[in-house]
């Protein structure tokens, strides 16, 4: 069965589950640095080894895909289009296949911003492996806010 599920056609993948919803948690950061900042560092994958660096340790561009490395082997990054609503949802592709669909937005906030990040519980994640998941993006959103508030924006173009 094929869904349109945000900004691409999904097929057979992590966001079709037996259940409607699967539990989640949204974790947020406030960054003292304006939406539009945030939101181009953040828009661009070349960017992502120094913020999620629990996810990999070098990004690459091959035609146009992105790619991470990590010692499971390459994973692969797909960003929402670049759009006027902060929307930095992003699938990552797994070494076996699997496509994990993940929500990201950065929202003004007075001059500066938010990033809200949706944590999805997997199935078959105990309580502790889920709070563990949430703990490492929690660390990732407070990188990002290390980095764009210290203006040590690198990698990318931000």
Not at 67 to 96: M, Q
Not at 145 to 150: G, I, R, T, Y
């Amino acid at each position: 069965m094929t869904r349109v599920l945000g900004f691409r056609e999904i097929v057979g993948n992590s966001r079709q589950t037996e259940r409607m919803t699967v539990e989640s948690k949204q974790i947020s950061v406030q960054i003292d640095r304006p939406v539009t900042d945030v939101y181009d560092y953040l828009a661009d994958p070349a960017n992502m080894a120094e913020w999620a660096q629990g996810l990999g340790s070098t990004v690459t561009e091959e035609a146009g895909n992105w790619y991470l490395a990590t010692p499971e082997g390459r994973i692969g990054v797909e960003f929402a289009p670049r759009n006027d609503f902060g929307v930095l949802d992003h699938d990552v592709t797994l070494p076996s296949g699997e496509v994990f669909y993940n929500p990201m937005r950065a929202v003004a906030n007075e001059e500066g911003s938010e990033v809200l990040f949706t944590v999805r519980r997997l199935p078959g994640l105990s309580d502790a492996e889920f709070e563990r998941d949430a703990g490492l993006v929690a660390a990732d959103l407070v990188r990002i806010k290390q980095v764009l508030e210290q203006g040590s924006v690198g990698g990318g173009e931000g």
